[in-house]
T-cell receptor, first 111, second 113 residues
Framework: AQRVTQPEKLLSVFKGAPVELKCNYS??????LFWYVQYSRQRLQLLLR??SRESIKGFTADLNKGETSFHLKKPFAQEEDSAMYYC?????????????FGQGTTLQVKP | DAGITQSPRYKITETGRQVTLMCHQT?????MFWYRQDLGHGLRLIYY???????DKGEVPDGYVVSRSKTENFPLTLESATRSQTSVYFC????????????FGNGTRLTVT
């Protein structure tokens, strides 16, 4: 079955501390994975996607096929990073654009 | 992105009533989606549409009906609302060629009493 799991509902860290938001997936094919973010009173928006291998707002995520994971990391958290983060998997066939999302993790960065 | 709008922003309705949530996008995106957001479940896909007059079920379609007579509109109807349909509903659109991301609306918070 195709599934995305984010084991932590809430992650609370202090400003300047490293952050790792966990995401594990179950998928039989070659996965395409994304991280979306929802800041308070804002729309859900794309943060990054694994095929781009980019760093956005200091966040990176590496696809580990052996561990079926796509964890989101940032070396030094900022207060403005406080938000809800969703990991998402593109379902096949990929040209439908259908994403399934994990349960979401709320990141709270304390001053 | 002001290009995708949902209405109403908030809605309270009674069990058994029909209610329609509206979604309008101005980009002429081919793909449109409806998700519901619930604590502990994250976002779950209800229905999606690849183009006008083409719709298909997602993960949780029961109790919902969609239509897409025009590319820009994708209304979601709850034919007989139940308390379990109390949720925040998000519409999204995408021009999926080249792996473009989903663009989300602001959401509709629906309460069924």
């Amino acid at each position: 079955a195709q599934r995305v799991t984010q084991p932590e509902k809430l992650l609370s860290v202090f400003k300047g501390a490293p952050v790792e938001l966990k995401c594990n997936y179950s998928y039989s094919g070659s996965p395409e994975l994304f991280w979306y973010v929802q800041y308070s009173r804002q729309r859900l928006q794309l943060l990054l996607r694994h095929i781009s291998r980019e760093s956005i707002k200091g966040f990176t995520a590496d696809l580990n096929k052996g561990e079926t994971s796509f964890h989101l990391k940032k070396p030094f958290a900022q207060e403005e990073d406080s938000a809800m983060y969703y990991c998402a998997l593109l379902l096949s066939p990929s040209n439908t654009g259908k994403l399934i999302f994990g349960q979401g993790t709320t990141l709270q960065v304390k001053p | 992105d002001a290009g995708i709008t949902q209405s109403p922003r908030y809605k309270i309705t009674e069990t058994g009533r029909q209610v329609t949530l509206m979604c309008h996008q101005t980009w002429s995106h081919s793909y449109m989606f409806w998700y519901r957001q619930d604590l502990g479940h994250g976002l779950r896909l209800i229905y999606y549409s690849a183009a006008a007059d083409i719709t298909d079920k997602g993960e949780v379609p029961d109790g919902y009906v969609v239509s897409r007579s025009k590319t820009e509109n994708f209304p979601l109807t709850l034919e007989s609302a139940t308390r379990s349909q109390t949720s925040v509903y998000f519409c999204a659109s995408s021009d999926w060629e080249g792996n473009s991301p989903l663009h989300f609306g602001n959401g509709t918070r629906l309460t069924v009493t």
